[in-house]
Structures are given as C-alpha cells and as structure tokens.
C-alpha cells in the first residue's frame, strides 16, 4: 500500500474506499435535515475513478478532472413514483480526491464534505452562496 502525504505533511496508507464512503456518510449525517429531505433516497458510491462512460459523457480530458457526481431524479420529479427508478446515488472518486488532498492542505474529511455538497447543490441547482452557507452549517 502506498503512503499518501498532503501538505500539511500527514502521512499514512492512503485511505480506502470504505473509508473515503464513511467520510462521505458522516459528512452527510451532519447536513440539514431539509436538505437531506430534498435528496430521498440516496446512496454513496466510491470508486477510484469514473467509468468510460461519464469521461466521455462529460468530455474529461484526465479520469483526475472530477472529484464526484451526482445521478438522480430532477427535482421536479421526486415526488412522481416511478417503476424501476433507481435510487440518487453519489459518486465519489477516490484518486482524484486524494491527488486534490495531497496538493492543499484541507482535512481529507473537509474536502469529502466539499464534494458531497457541491455534487448534491449542483443537482438541485443551488448556488455557490448556497453551498458555502450550507458548508458553514455543517461545521
């Protein structure tokens, strides 16, 4: 296992993707409960990187130019049942998020709530504002 060191000069095995999927889960727990609300069901999936599909869907030059991404049902549509519908899911991909730790000084956590807001503000189309209101909150 390879030794990570951001920094602000930490350094031990890099984190795994249950770990990374822990963060995610905390930092979650710790979001208003409206908010939460607004997301329904949701599940936290860490890979190391995104697949094929979403580098070309969203033009990627390198699988380290996104941290995450949200896939779920619009807004306006979360409160029609649909049959086969599968669940909000969030993305989160581990290589990138730890190249981005090692370059900065953020807590690894801190950067894994940064994601996890912005991929869910984004989908609910809030603002940066927003999302940095709901970051202070979260503290």
Do not use: K
């Not at 060191?5 to 208003?32: C, H, K, T, V």
């Not at 990187?49 to 070309?56: A, G, K, N, S």
């Not at 809030?126 to 202070?136: F, G, N, Q, T, Y």
């Amino acid at each position: 296992m390879s030794m990570m060191q951001n920094a602000a000069g930490w350094r031990r095995p890099a984190p795994s993707l249950e770990e990374i999927e822990a963060m995610a889960i905390e930092a979650y727990r710790d979001l208003p409960e409206e908010f939460r609300t607004l997301c329904g069901e949701i599940r936290f999936i860490v890979a190391d990187f995104p697949e094929e599909d979403v580098m070309r869907e969203m033009e990627l030059q390198s699988p380290f130019d996104i941290l995450g991404l949200f896939e779920g049902r619009p807004i306006g549509e979360m409160g029609v049942e649909m049959t086969g519908a599968m669940t909000n899911r969030i993305l989160l991909y581990r290589r990138p998020i730890l190249d981005y730790w090692a370059e900065h000084a953020d807590s690894l956590d801190a950067i894994v709530r940064h994601v996890l807001i912005h991929e869910i503000g984004h989908h609910f189309g809030l603002s940066d504002d927003d999302m940095e209101a709901l970051e202070r909150e979260a503290d």
